[in-house]
Each structure stands twice: as structure tokens, then as C-alpha cells.
């Protein structure tokens, strides 16, 4: 008798995928301003570093949609570990490699950019075709470790700084290296399910044809929004509302936001069979619009400091509960329902910081302005589920 394949070890790979995929999105933020004093960049091109990595990854997600499911799973997710370790380590020696430092960088940010990318399309199908009994509850478990992994970067790296010195930054990045040249392993030898039965799947077209992805597609984008228009201004916002260092910047802003936002989504992984999952997130997108108008509108700076720290709790199921109403509400739309999903998401994660930094600018750089209006995000997201809701209903 032939033993049963052990999806146990796929999980923890994809766990160690999403931890990956939040170095990739976190580590060189945190370098920004060395770049400019060791490479003499200005900030303007600066600027362009997220730009790039989000972009490529909007890019990756589109591409995978029609070559995934040719070139076939493992390959491309193994390739997803190598290109992003690749990349991380050459952030620490391509710039040195170039006439123009930038240009090492940039190369480097594309590389595990496209990993990331790949990740982020590849690893939710790969848990949804296990055969756990929970898969909302699995699917929510899997998001929190990006979290998780967020949360480590930022401390790992303000530790590092603080013992050895961030002029050993590149040290650090090779270190980081190493978590996915060990899933490169685990993603060659751990079992994976096909999602859907060959010549089952739905086509881009066929999926373009449905109105209620499009509404899928929708509360994607708005996912994404809630979750980075306050992630990727929760440094700036804590700094600027109580006058802090960067590094207690860091810890109470974004890495507190990260921690509630995992904790978020372990309690749902824990209790998702005793919840509805759509109510459950129209309460979420609630407590979202509550923490957005307690960030931009409170006097005092703690107050407003708590709505930037409990916004991590609000959001932290939209992006996974929506994956896993996707797959109940149209369950053979395969690899290319997962890739526009996750390029909707990254539109979202796009649109979203945009938003606010472009309102923030018209109120002459007030930025709890920009905050609030990034309070449509949450609102178009909870109408988005009541009319879902009906049609399910």
C-alpha cells in the first residue's frame, strides 16, 4: 500500500512562501535612506523602488494567469523561491556592480518582485487543492504568516542595526536569502493537488463573461486598499502624529499594525467554522471605517494612534476571506481566477497608499486628510458583501 501524500509539508512551504514574500515587500523600505548616503540617490528615484516592485508584481500576476497552468505548478513556484532569493542577494551586490548604484537596485527589486509575484498567485491555489477540512479557516491561517513575516523582518532588522550596524545591511540581506533557498527544498519535494481537473478550469474569458466576478474583483481591490493605504503610511502617520524617532516609528506603527492584523487572522483560522464568513466581514469593514475616521479625525495622538494599530485587526481577513469566498461562489475558476484576484489585490495595494498621499498633498501635506479619504475603501467593500450576500442568499 503506497502512503498518503503528507500535505502537511506543502502547508509549511507555502507558510515559508508568504514569510518570503514579506521580505521581499519589507526589507529594502527599510533601507531607503541609506541608499541615499551610500549611493548618493536622491530621493525622487528613491521613490521609485515600491513603484517598481508593485508594478512588477501587477505584471507577474497578469503573466501568470496564461503560463501557470502550461509550464505547471512546482516549476513555477520553486522558481518563485529562486528568483526571490536571487534577488534579495543581489540587492547586496548588484548596486556595486553598476556605473549607476540605482540601476543594480532596480534590477535586483525586479527579480524578487516576479518571485513575489509568483508567490502570491501560486501558494493560495496550492492550500485551497489540499485536502483539509477547514479551508477557510486553513486560508486564513496561511495570510497571517505573511504578517508574521513582516513583523519579523522589521525587528530582525532593527535588531541587526542596533548590534552590528546597518553599514552591515548587506549582510542582512543575504541572511534573509537564506529562508528561500531552504523552500526551494521544500517546494521540490512536497506534494501538490491539482486545483481543478484538467480541462476543467475556466478560461480569462469565460471568467470576464461573469458579473459576479467582476463583484469579486471589486472587493478585491478594495481589500488590498484598506489593508496598504494605512500599512504603507502607518510609519509616517505615528511619526508625524506623536513626534517620534523612526525606529519607535517602525515598532508602533506598521509593526504593531502587522501584529494585529496576523492575530486577525489566526482567531478566524481558529473559529472560521463557528462564523459566517461574509458577516464576519462586513463587521471587519465596519471596524475598518471606525479606525480610519479615529486616525484622521481624533485630537488627541494616542487616539489616533490606536485606529492605526486596530485597523490591522479590521483588515486582516479581507484579502484571504475573499480568496476563499471566490473559491465557494465559483470553484472551477482555477489558476486564472486566483491571478486576477491577486492582481485586483495588488491594484488595490496600488490605488490605495496613492490615495492617500495624493489627498494629503492637495490638504497642503496633511496627512490625516489623505488618511480619511481612504475611508471609501472600507465602505465600497462592505456594500460590495451585501450584495453579494443576496445573490448568494
Same mark, same amino acid.
Given at each position: 500500500?503506497s502512503a498518503q501524500p503528507?500535505y502537511r509539508k506543502?502547508l509549511?512551504?507555502?507558510y515559508l512562501?508568504?514569510i518570503? $514574500?514579506?521580505i521581499s515587500?519589507? /526589507?529594502?523600505?527599510l533601507?531607503?535612506?541609506t541608499f541615499?548616503?551610500?549611493?548618493?540617490?536622491?530621493l525622487? @528615484?528613491?521613490?521609485?523602488i515600491p513603484?517598481v516592485f508593485?508594478?512588477? $508584481?501587477?505584471?507577474? *500576476?497578469?503573466?501568470?494567469?496564461k /503560463?501557470?497552468?502550461k509550464i505547471g505548478?512546482? !516549476?513555477?513556484?520553486v522558481?518563485s523561491?529562486? &528568483?526571490?532569493a536571487?534577488?534579495?542577494?543581489?540587492?547586496?551586490?548588484?548596486?556595486?556592480?553598476?556605473? #549607476?548604484?540605482?540601476?543594480?537596485i &532596480?534590477?535586483? =527589486?525586479?527579480?524578487?518582485?516576479i518571485g513575489s509575484g509568483?508567490?502570491?498567485?501560486?501558494c493560495s491555489p496550492?492550500?485551497?487543492?489540499?485536502?483539509?477540512e477547514?479551508?477557510?479557516?486553513?486560508?486564513?491561517l496561511?495570510h497571517?504568516f505573511y504578517?508574521?513575516?513582516?513583523v &519579523? =523582518?522589521i525587528?530582525g532588522s532593527?535588531? %541587526?542595526?542596533?548590534v552590528?550596524?546597518? @553599514?552591515?545591511?548587506?549582510i542582512l540581506?543575504?541572511i534573509?536569502?537564506?529562508?528561500?533557498?531552504?523552500n526551494i527544498?521544500? %517546494?521540490s =519535494?512536497?506534494?501538490?493537488?491539482?486545483l481543478?481537473? *484538467?480541462? $476543467?478550469?475556466m478560461?480569462i474569458?469565460?471568467l470576464?463573461?461573469l458579473?459576479?466576478?467582476?463583484?469579486l474583483a471589486?472587493? +478585491?481591490?478594495?481589500s488590498?486598499?484598506?489593508?496598504?493605504?494605512?500599512?504603507?503610511?502607518?510609519?509616517?502617520f505615528t511619526? #508625524?502624529?506623536?513626534g517620534?524617532s523612526?525606529?519607535?516609528?517602525?515598532?508602533?506603527?506598521?509593526?504593531? %499594525?502587522?501584529? &494585529?492584523?496576523?492575530?486577525?487572522?489566526v /482567531?478566524?483560522?481558529?473559529?472560521?467554522?463557528? !462564523?459566517?464568513m461574509?458577516?464576519? +466581514?462586513i463587521?471587519?469593514g465596519?471596524?475598518?471605517?471606525?479606525?480610519?475616521?479615529?486616525?484622521?479625525? #481624533?485630537?488627541?495622538?494616542?487616539?489616533?494612534?490606536?485606529?492605526?494599530?486596530?485597523?490591522?485587526?479590521s483588515?486582516? !481577513?479581507m484579502?484571504?476571506?475573499?480568496?476563499?469566498?471566490s473559491?465557494?461562489?465559483?470553484?472551477?475558476?482555477?489558476t486564472?481566477? %486566483?491571478?486576477?484576484?491577486?492582481?485586483a489585490?495588488?491594484?488595490?495595494?496600488?490605488t490605495?497608499?496613492?490615495?492617500?498621499g495624493?489627498?494629503?498633498?492637495?490638504?497642503? *501635506?496633511?496627512?490625516? +486628510?489623505?488618511?480619511?479619504?481612504?475611508?471609501?475603501f472600507? =465602505?465600497v467593500?462592505?456594500?460590495?458583501?451585501v450584495?453579494l450576500?443576496?445573490?448568494k442568499?
Amino acid at each position: 500500500m503506497s502512503a498518503q501524500p503528507n500535505y502537511r509539508k506543502t502547508l509549511i512551504a507555502c507558510y515559508l512562501g508568504f514569510i518570503t $514574500q514579506a521580505i521581499s515587500a519589507n /526589507f529594502a523600505p527599510l533601507l531607503f535612506l541609506t541608499f541615499r548616503s551610500s549611493y548618493h540617490i536622491p530621493l525622487e @528615484q528613491i521613490a521609485l523602488i515600491p513603484t517598481v516592485f508593485f508594478f512588477t $508584481q501587477l505584471l507577474t *500576476d497578469l503573466a501568470a494567469a496564461k /503560463f501557470v497552468d502550461k509550464i505547471g505548478y512546482r !516549476i513555477c513556484i520553486v522558481a518563485s523561491e529562486v &528568483l526571490s532569493a536571487v534577488g534579495l542577494m543581489g540587492l547586496a551586490l548588484l548596486p556595486d556592480l553598476f556605473l #549607476s548604484p540605482f540601476t543594480g537596485i &532596480l534590477l535586483a =527589486v525586479i527579480l524578487y518582485a516576479i518571485g513575489s509575484g509568483l508567490i502570491e498567485v501560486l501558494c493560495s491555489p496550492i492550500v485551497e487543492a489540499c485536502p483539509f477540512e477547514n479551508k477557510e479557516g486553513t486560508m486564513s491561517l496561511l495570510h497571517s504568516f505573511y504578517c508574521w513575516g513582516s513583523v &519579523l =523582518v522589521i525587528l530582525g532588522s532593527t535588531l %541587526f542595526f542596533a548590534v552590528a550596524g546597518i @553599514q552591515h545591511w548587506r549582510i542582512l540581506a543575504c541572511i534573509w536569502a537564506i529562508i528561500p533557498l531552504i523552500n526551494i527544498y521544500n %517546494f521540490s =519535494v512536497c506534494p501538490i493537488a491539482p486545483l481543478v481537473e *484538467d480541462g $476543467q478550469s475556466m478560461s480569462i474569458g469565460q471568467l470576464f463573461r461573469l458579473p459576479v466576478f467582476w463583484l469579486l474583483a471589486l472587493l +478585491m481591490v478594495c481589500s488590498g486598499a484598506s489593508e496598504l493605504s494605512m500599512a504603507q503610511w502607518a510609519s509616517a502617520f505615528t511619526e #508625524s502624529a506623536l513626534g517620534v524617532s523612526k525606529t519607535i516609528g517602525d515598532l508602533a506603527g506598521p509593526c504593531l %499594525f502587522a501584529v &494585529l492584523m496576523g492575530c486577525s487572522r489566526v /482567531f478566524y483560522g481558529k473559529y472560521s467554522e463557528k !462564523i459566517d464568513m461574509t458577516k464576519f +466581514m462586513i463587521g471587519c469593514g465596519a471596524l475598518c471605517i471606525v479606525c480610519y475616521l479615529l486616525a484622521a479625525l #481624533s485630537p488627541v495622538p494616542l487616539l489616533g494612534l490606536a485606529g492605526c494599530a486596530l485597523c490591522g485587526i479590521s483588515v486582516g !481577513i479581507m484579502w484571504p476571506g475573499t480568496i476563499s469566498t471566490s473559491s465557494q461562489v465559483c470553484p472551477r475558476g482555477g489558476t486564472a481566477m %486566483f491571478a486576477l484576484l491577486a492582481l485586483a489585490g495588488d491594484l488595490g495595494g496600488t490605488t490605495g497608499p496613492l490615495t492617500v498621499g495624493l489627498f494629503s498633498g492637495l490638504a497642503g *501635506d496633511n496627512l490625516k +486628510m489623505g488618511i480619511l479619504a481612504a475611508v471609501i475603501f472600507p =465602505v465600497v467593500l462592505i456594500a460590495g458583501l451585501v450584495v453579494l450576500r443576496r445573490q448568494k442568499a
